[in-house]
């Protein structure tokens, strides 16, 4: 946030949090979670032993990205999808991208 006014970094830190509320919200529609979205934490593992997603649940979550947040996903960018913070990140440097 080097260089940012408070108000740009302010911006920012919201259009973050309502990524991350938005892919919250639906992945747990379209995984059938039983979980709210509070009770997801941004840095738990999304696969293994975090919310226990399979690679089915990876295909679901290429869709989800695609189509809720308009950027593309690359085979080569699935690492960036451990957890929910890393895949904001992703949207966001991809939804940068698009703009700059």
């Known amino acids: 946030m080097a260089g940012m006014t408070r108000e740009q970094a302010q911006a920012q830190a919201k259009r973050r949090q309502e990524i991350t ?16 979205p509070d009770e997801i934490a941004e840095d738990s593992p999304l ?7 399979d690679s089915v649940d990876a295909l679901e ?8 947040f308009g950027v593309s996903i690359a085979d080569d960018d699935m690492q960036a999808f ?11 440097a991809k939804q940068e991208e698009m703009e700059g």
């Open 21 to 36: 509320n938005r892919l919250k919200e639906v992945l747990i529609e379209r995984l059938m979670l039983p979980l709210e």
């Open 47 to 53: 696969f293994g032993s975090g919310l226990g997603l």
């Open 61 to 68: 979550i290429v869709v989800v990205v695609e189509s809720n």
């Open 82 to 92: 451990r957890s929910i913070n890393t895949v904001v990140d992703f949207i966001e």
